[in-house]
């Protein structure tokens, strides 16, 4: 038994993502977590920036809320989300972590309604937010979420964000920006890219303790394989401890 | 212009750049005293039927107080830019102000999670829906505040929230590539909160502004609230400092903590706990109609709600909170 729970997996293989000097757009939550630990290890020159306007703050905590205060401590500007959205847009934003209700084996994702009727859906939630913007804009989109059937659908009730669309190149084709689109999806389970050509969900490596029939059983739709299927590697002893010890130290997110 | 695709979203307000012209030849460039009670300013700028918008970012910098106040005086049948709305979206679907509703984000309140009231208003077919997006409704503000019709930009296209939105799908006449062009949105009515204003609305704001330079501009209407007053010299002083300037704003309300339960940069942090219990109680309905009754129907004012919640020391405990300085905890 391995000392770390999937939580901690998850934010860990996330972090490592994020090389040092580059950006990230970020919402709260597991990447957040993520964006933090890579700015407290690996990575001291990630820039960081919220949505609303913060630009490349110290995080001193987890902030609740993308346009709340801690976005804004000690950064190096607050701004309008006219900006920050038009920084996203010019390309230089390089990294963006979304999550969805469901996910289709393009990477399109869902955050809009489950049922039939827009006007009086079933279950109505947020919407896109900031999403569609960020997988329109960022460079490299990733997922960071749980693994089910439900989650990973055959078909999006609702296509919120845009992932590689009908795949192939019809991403591009729509008139969204040319080398942008979904990187890596990351799940209790397994890390996942996308086949270059087809554009299609591709496992790329499985976290200890999963068979890739666990992976295939728990997405709605076949996944593609990589030509070399690697074990996704350990937290290190020393992410860990900064994960746990300065960027989550109440379990906000390590202990859901 | 060729239109390629069109969204089938209704656009509810009317996006025509001569038409809002007309309207701000009327306004006042007069610098008068707007300084007015927000019960005052709500019953004159906030009218049934109309277009409501409100700054700041869900819960924070957001004028909670007017929120309230829309809701106390039974305001109804608005369109509403659920626009970055979290803990707005919340109060305002408990009164039901609103039946038609321009959607970024609604329902939730990030990381807090999801309002259950607000979900079942917009589960019961009640509510006439367009879908947008954080920035697509942030350009739209921005078309209005340049003056002009729409502007050209570059998300949602392939998707269902251009297909239910009002967006049309354009080819640039320069280089061929394909835009979504986002109708100007100009509000009837909003309300945004600021750290300080002077009695003639010249406001500032220390925090992100997240669309509020073009709210203000956009808006026909516009209600500031504010942590305090400054004198006319004390802007002057400074200019730079100015984000709205006074030709755009129709009433000066002072209320302290007008942002409470939400965070106010530099000022208070978000009442967690307050906002935990709000979430809760609305998983009952009978509940949250007494919840409702006690919180905001009986309340005079935004003090006597916050005085239901620990006053002025919870107020010097959130102070603490935001700068960190962990006194509680010791």
């Not at chain 1, 913007?133 to 999006?156: H, L, V, Y």
């Not at chain 2, 009695?199 to 209407?221: P, Q």
């Amino acid at each position: 038994m391995a000392d770390y729970n999937t939580m901690e997996l998850m934010i860990c293989t996330a972090a490592r993502e994020l090389h040092d000097g580059v950006s990230v757009a970020v919402g709260t939550g597991a990447p957040c977590a993520a964006a933090m630990l890579a700015q407290k290890t690996h990575a001291p020159n990630l820039l960081i920036i919220f949505e609303a306007g913060g630009v490349g703050p110290l995080l001193p905590e987890m902030p609740i809320s993308v346009g709340d205060s801690r976005t804004i401590w000690k950064a190096i500007m607050a701004t309008s989300m006219t900006d920050t959205m038009e920084t996203f847009c010019r390309g230089l934003v390089d990294f963006t972590f979304l999550g969805g209700a469901q996910i289709d084996m393009y990477g399109n994702i869902n955050s809009t309604r489950i049922g039939p009727d827009h006007q009086k859906p079933k279950v109505r939630f947020p919407g896109s937010g900031g999403a569609n913007d960020f997988g329109s804009f960022c460079w490299n989109m990733m997922m960071i979420t749980p693994q089910d059937s439900k989650r990973f659908a055959e078909k999006c009730t609702f296509i919120t964000t845009p992932g590689w669309l009908q795949g192939g190149d019809s991403r591009e084709k729509s008139g969204l920006a040319k080398g942008s689109g979904p990187y890596r999806v990351i799940t209790n389970m397994a890390v996942m890219g996308f086949e270059p050509t087809s554009k299609r969900m591709m496992i790329l490596s499985i976290n200890p303790g999963y068979s890739e029939k666990d992976v295939q059983d728990n997405c709605g739709f076949e996944l593609l394989k990589a030509k070399k299927i690697k074990e996704t590697s350990h937290p290190t002893k020393h992410e860990l401890e900064v994960l746990r010890g300065q960027v989550d130290p109440y379990r906000y997110i390590i202990g859901r | 212009m060729e239109v390629f695709e069109q969204g089938i979203g209704k656009i509810f307000t009317d996006p025509d750049a001569d038409n809002a012209r007309a309207h701000f030849k009327t306004k006042s460039r007069a610098m008068t005293n707007k300084l007015m009670s927000l019960k005052e300013a709500i019953a004159k700028f906030v009218k049934d039927g109309e277009y409501l918008a409100i700054g700041g970012f869900g819960a924070n910098r957001t004028p909670i107080a007017a929120c309230h106040e829309i809701v106390r005086q039974k305001k109804k049948n608005m369109a509403f830019a659920g626009h970055t709305s979290t803990h707005d979206f919340q109060i305002l679907a408990a009164g039901k102000v609103f039946n038609k509703c321009d959607i970024a984000y609604i329902v939730g309140l990030e990381a807090r999670g999801l309002s259950p009231n607000a979900r079942r208003y917009m589960e019961s077919g009640e509510v006439e829906v367009s879908e947008w997006t954080n920035y697509s409704l942030s350009a739209r503000l921005k078309a209005a505040a340049m003056g002009i019709s729409f502007v050209p930009i570059r998300n949602v296209m392939g998707t269902d929230t251009f297909k239910f939105s009002g967006a049309k799908r354009i080819k640039c006449p320069f280089t061929g590539q394909f835009y979504a062009a986002m109708p100007a949105l100009w509000p009837d009515v909003s309300v945004i909160h600021v750290h300080e204003a002077d009695v003639y609305g010249n406001s500032r704001i220390r925090d992100i502004t997240v669309s509020d330079w073009d709210l203000a501009r956009a808006s026909k209407h516009l209600i500031i609230t504010c942590e305090r007053l400054v004198s006319n010299e004390e802007i002057r002083r400074t200019p730079y400092e100015t984000q709205i300037p006074f030709f755009c704003v129709d009433a000066v309300c002072e209320v302290p903590y007008g942002a409470y339960p939400g965070v106010m940069a530099y000022e208070y942090f978000s009442d967690e706990e307050h906002l935990r219990e709000w979430l809760k109680v609305e998983e009952n309905p009978e509940e949250f109609k007494k919840f409702l009754d006690r919180n905001i129907f009986n309340c005079k004012d935004h003090m006597d709600y916050i005085n239901l919640h620990g006053g002025t020391e919870k107020m010097m405990m959130l102070r603490r909170k935001e700068f960190m300085l962990n006194t509680d905890k010791k």
